[in-house]
């Protein structure tokens, strides 16, 4: 019986013990999108939809070697970055990414958790900066990371328009600043470099506070339409209608913020235009 052919993207995250971000929600993004995960675990953490009471980092010659395992047996065709926690560990991944050929790979510059824990110390910042974000085919800041890396407060659409130009001169081919933060309908702003051309995905905003592990799984979204073969612009298209199912999906668990319904939103996708809700 022959094995059938499935497209493939690989996480490179920490671990959420809730299950509401991390790899536990990259690669629940991943199946239902009809992609096999593969993983590459940065860091555990122990936390809830309360918030992370514990961190525990792996070394980066773990985090390399579990990157080499999968991509000299079974490869991807796309990947993602989460928490990444330290300088040592973002050196190591943009390393083995470039060693590997990965070229669509999109970058969550996962710096604070829902609580308020730093999930990327202040050293590693520049390390981000300096080795990750060059390698990125698409970066996926919220505003408030999209400030840390520009040094400046991003509050509003004409500040995420320049925002995601000046970010891409780092190094990202393409930027998408998210506006889930700001009033009003869910507007994200997407700029691509190679024909410096902007684009706002809008969506209604969705009145919940169920929205732990968003970032991780619109970013995951983006990597597994890359993964399927589909363009940039139109897997953050999808990925923007996929986030916005999730987000009105949203599950009740536990006593704080609980986590988006990927298995819902999977659905929706298969049962609906995946376009929808993403416009100029």
Do not use: W
């Amino acid at each position: 019986m022959r094995a059938r052919t499935v497209p493939i993207a690989m996480t490179i995250a920490g671990s959420d013990s809730g299950g509401g971000a991390g790899i536990q929600a990259d690669l629940k993004t991943f199946t239902v999108l009809d992609v096999y995960g593969v993983s590459a675990l940065t860091a555990i953490t122990a936390q809830n939809t309360l918030g992370v009471t514990a961190i525990a980092t792996l070394e980066p010659e773990m985090v390399a070697a579990q990157i080499d395992a999968v991509m000299t047996d079974i490869g991807c065709g796309a990947a993602k970055t989460g928490m990444l926690s330290t300088a040592e560990i973002a050196a190591v991944v943009a390393d083995r990414v470039a060693a590997h050929g990965i070229d669509s790979l999109v970058v969550d510059p996962v710096m604070i958790a829902k609580g308020g824990e730093a999930l990327l110390q202040a050293a590693a910042r520049g390390a981000l900066v300096e080795h990750v974000l060059p390698r990125a085919l698409v970066l996926t800041p919220n505003l408030h990371e999209a400030g840390v890396l520009l040094g400046h407060e991003v509050a509003d659409l004409e500040a995420m328009h320049e925002a995601a130009r000046e970010i891409a001169s780092m190094g990202p081919r393409a930027v998408v600043v998210k506006g889930g933060h700001l009033r009003g309908e869910a507007a994200d702003v997407l700029y691509t470099a190679a024909d410096r051309q902007f684009e706002v995905l809008r969506a209604p905003r969705v009145p919940t506070h169920n929205t732990h592990g968003t970032g991780c799984t619109f970013s995951a979204a983006i990597a597994a339409y890359l993964a399927r073969g589909e363009g940039l612009k139109e897997s953050v298209r999808a990925a923007k209608y996929f986030i916005t199912a999730a987000i009105s999906h949203a599950l009740s668990i536990g006593t704080g913020h609980g986590p988006t319904g990927h298995i819902a939103a999977g659905r929706a996708v298969a049962n609906g235009d995946r376009r929808a809700g993403a416009g100029q």
